[in-house]
């Protein structure tokens, strides 16, 4: 409101639709960001609206379409020499978990050794997005991988049946999502990827969300 009334040069109630328009260009033209620019309308509709009950300037205003990106998508071999190139198999379980399940980050690092209903063969997702529970598919390669991983964390001592599923350097508490991340990015290197990948590069590949078979064990 203080930017839109050092814009006009006078107290905003005063203000017209031209007022309105030239303001937004202003702002496109200064180079605000969408965002930003989306954050200002909003406040000044309801400003025209419940404070001046004034809905004739309020329909003026016109929020910015934010240009969505292209995700980055790796080919099925690229995955699987990611996959492949990670350095122990805590990390190859917990990224073919992100790919095969179609996992945010946050999601996969929350996974307990609980959530792995191997009998309906389901993934519980206590921390799912917006704080709600879902369940997502289990793969009978991805449970071969997780029963790989139990026994292998259970000889290094780290894995528990109501710990994590994915244990940080402690195994009281879970891996991190900035590890899980830079995980990622140390195996695509690596394996000579160059695009730019992440955590939720594996998610936004996972349309047949299965394991390949051909992935190489890590002992």
């Given at each position: 409101m203080g930017r839109f009334a050092r814009f006009v040069g006078r107290p905003p109630d005063t203000a017209t639709a031209e007022d309105l328009r030239r303001f937004q260009i202003e702002q496109r033209e200064a180079g605000v960001s969408v965002p930003t620019m989306?954050?200002?309308?909003?406040?000044?509709?309801?400003?025209?609206?419940?404070?001046?009950?004034?809905?004739?300037?309020?329909?003026?205003?016109?929020?910015?379409?934010?240009?969505?990106k292209v995700p980055v998508v790796l080919s099925?071999?690229?995955?699987?020499?990611?996959?492949?190139?990670?350095?122990?198999?805590?990390?190859?379980?917990?990224l073919s978990v992100a790919y095969g399940a179609g996992l945010r980050v946050a999601e996969v690092s929350s996974l307990k050794v609980s959530d792995v209903d191997s009998e309906r063969?389901?993934?519980?997702?206590?921390?799912?997005?917006?704080?709600?529970?879902?369940?997502?598919m289990l793969s009978a390669d991805m449970?071969?991988?997780?029963?790989?991983w139990w026994k292998v964390g259970r000889r290094?001592?780290?894995?528990?049946p109501k710990g994590w599923l994915f244990p940080g350097q402690h195994a009281g508490k879970p891996i991190s999502t900035r590890q899980l991340h830079r995980i990622v990015v140390e195996a695509a290197r690596a394996v000579?990827?160059?695009?730019?990948?992440?955590?939720?590069t594996l998610r936004h590949n996972s349309e047949c969300r299965i394991i390949p078979s051909y992935l190489s064990s890590i002992a």
């Open positions: 989306n954050s200002i309308v909003s406040a000044l509709r309801f400003f025209f609206t419940h404070t001046l009950d004034r809905l004739d300037l309020a329909r003026r205003l016109v929020r910015v379409t934010h240009p969505r099925p071999d690229e995955v699987a020499r990611l996959l492949n190139a990670t350095t122990c198999l805590k990390h190859q379980a917990a063969m389901l993934l519980g997702v206590e921390q799912g997005k917006g704080g709600q529970y879902r369940n997502a449970l071969a991988l997780l029963r790989q290094q001592g780290v894995m528990h000579d990827i160059a695009k730019r990948v992440g955590p939720h």
